[in-house]
T-cell receptor, first 118, second 113 residues
């Protein structure tokens, strides 16, 4: 079974702090994603990476950056945390899209990190 | 860009009844429509998906229907059980770039025993 783990389930930080959220997957997936989940807004893509050292902006990248130095690890960085970044953060991984020999492209999610910025 | 609307936001049904969740999408080029289930304290998990060349797909008590002309798709759960209680998300994307899923806002389903 695919396992996606996130470094913390709950995190409390202060405004202005630099915050690192870590995600590790154990299935050698090329693609990794960071989403934030807010009530009534569903899941919104922050950044994704389709290879080591590669990254692409998602729909809401402002205030965030990412790092992927190793295939299994994808980090989300809040350079200067703000209260509007209080949210549930979900990491996911997947194989490449169809057309690379796979029928579909299921995303496997971690359990999430609930971040509170005071 | 693609926009996905999902209704209702909450749904309460009696155990054994059916539940239906509906989604509409805006981009007629979208051709892949997965449904994810998120149980309390866990990340979302894929439960069923459908591609645009198929009108309906079933997996035991779960079925998904797709109407390409109207640009809407629905999740049907029959004979609901308490363990079906969760938040359900629909999503849409292009198959050839389906890493970019656009999710609906979610439906909280409560199955009353």
């Amino acid at each position: 079974d695919v396992k996606v783990t996130q470094s913390s389930r709950y995190l409390v930080k202060r405004t202005g702090e630099k915050v690192f959220l870590e995600c590790v997957q154990d299935m050698d997936h090329e693609n990794m994603f960071w989403y934030r989940q807010d009530p009534g807004l569903g899941l919104r893509l922050i950044y994704f990476s389709y290879d080591v050292k590669m990254k692409e902006k998602g729909d809401i990248p402002e205030g965030y950056s990412v790092s992927r130095e190793k295939k299994e690890r994808f980090s989300l960085i809040l350079e200067s945390a703000s209260t509007n970044q209080t949210s549930m953060y979900l990491c996911a991984s997947s194989l490449p899209p169809p057309g690379h020999g796979r029928e579909y492209n299921e995303q496997f999610f971690g359990p999430g990190t609930r971040l509170t910025v005071l | 860009g693609e926009n996905v609307e999902q209704h209702p936001s909450t749904l309460s049904v009696q155990e054994g009844d059916s539940a239906v969740i509906k989604c509409t999408y805006s981009d007629s080029a979208s051709n892949y429509f997965p449904w994810y289930k998120q149980e309390l304290g866990k990340g979302p998990q894929l439960i069923i998906d459908i591609r645009s060349n198929v009108g309906e797909k079933k997996d035991q008590r779960i079925a998904v229907t797709l109407n390409k002309t109207a640009k809407h798709f629905s999740l049907h759960i029959t004979e609901t059980q308490p363990e079906d209680s969760a938040v359900y998300f629909c999503a849409a994307s292009l198959m050839d770039s389906s890493y970019k899923l656009i999710f609906g806002s979610g439906t909280r389903l409560l199955v009353r025993p």
